[in-house]
């Protein structure tokens, strides 16, 4: 999933449930328990994430419509990806054609109108540039990754390429999932910076004056 903070209160608890994923539920890597993130949840917006997401995983498996939704319903908004980036299920034969693809897509977009909840179109970049992707590949082969050399134009879209990417779901609702969808998730949250402004250093009783006299 997707974890945003969108005001002050959001950030704390953002703070909370990593440092319990780190402290009291690590296995293997850091993870969060759904009633631990419930619990905590004021000041958040969550986001249903990529293919590795709850929501995707359960269309792409053909789970029964009820599940879908109650799944779908802990979320605040869901996310739809380029094709290309998920493009690696074909060659895990989990999908037939790049078309199944984009039905899911549909589908998610579907599944967010009926319950009332906001669509974004979304790059998953993990680099900024298209050709930054040999560093990519560098840090994978030295993870000893199988798959290090596989093409994943995970790069960070401009707008222009997103609505040509999301073309097929019809002029209007590219503009919505990546233009107007966006800027509503954008506009939730408030600014804030990770690491307030001054030093904050602990106040210790007689401490200025110990100093300065000795």
């Not at 739809?80 to 037939?96: D, E, S, Y």
């Amino acid at each position: 999933m997707i974890i945003f903070a969108k005001n002050k209160e959001g950030l704390k608890n953002l703070y909370r449930l990593v440092s319990f994923s780190y402290l009291d539920y690590y296995r293997r890597r850091p993870r969060m328990p759904k009633s631990v993130i419930e619990q905590y949840r004021d000041g958040l917006i969550i986001g249903s994430a990529c293919e590795q997401g709850e929501l995707y995983r359960a269309i792409l498996e053909g789970r029964a419509d009820q599940d879908v939704e109650e799944i779908a319903e802990f979320y605040d908004y869901f996310e739809i990806q380029p094709i290309a980036n998920n493009k690696f299920l074909l060659g895990k034969g989990r999908v037939a054609s790049e078309e199944d693809l984009r039905e899911i897509n549909r589908k998610i977009y579907r599944r967010g109108k009926k319950l009332g909840k906001p669509v974004c179109a979304t790059c998953d970049a993990h680099f900024v540039n298209k050709e930054d992707e040999v560093y990519r590949r560098i840090l994978l082969a030295g993870l000893k990754m199988s798959d290090a050399d596989n093409e994943m134009p995970i790069y960070l879209r401009t707008t222009e390429e997103m609505l040509e990417e999301f073309s097929y779901l019809g002029e209007d609702i590219a503009r919505e999932v990546v233009i107007e969808n966006t800027n509503k998730i954008a506009d939730m949250c408030e600014y804030l910076r990770p690491i307030p402004k001054g030093k904050y250093e602990p106040i210790i009783p007689g401490a200025n004056e110990e100093l300065t006299e000795s």
